[in-house]
């Protein structure tokens, strides 16, 4: 699972950029991103993809949410037939 860092405008706009914190080149990209006005948007997402990280950054507060209501035994129960649901909706 890769480890993504996203960065934001500081003047409010909705684009978005990120990173891949596992690349070599991820510090200086970073320091570019944050010369030219980016600022670090949120903590990092860890995803399978980089479509998964796109959806899970955009999710923001939902995603949050999952993790924590699937840190606790209900809510364990709740996101295992949620995410089973999905999973059969698919096929």
């Not at 080149?25 to 030219?36: C, N, P, R």
Request: net charge negative; aromatic share 18%.
């Amino acid at each position: 699972m890769a480890k993504y860092q996203f960065f934001r405008k500081e003047d409010g706009e909705k684009a978005f950029t990120f990173l891949n914190s596992e690349s070599v080149s991820f510090s200086e990209e970073k320091s570019q991103l944050l010369d030219q006005g980016f600022v670090v948007d949120g903590d990092y997402v860890y995803a399978d993809t980089q479509e998964e990280a796109i959806e899970r950054y955009k999710s923001n507060f939902l995603y949050l949410s999952g993790e924590y209501a699937a840190s606790t035994t209900s809510g364990s129960l709740y996101y295992v037939f949620s995410e089973a649901i999905k999973w059969l909706k698919r096929k």
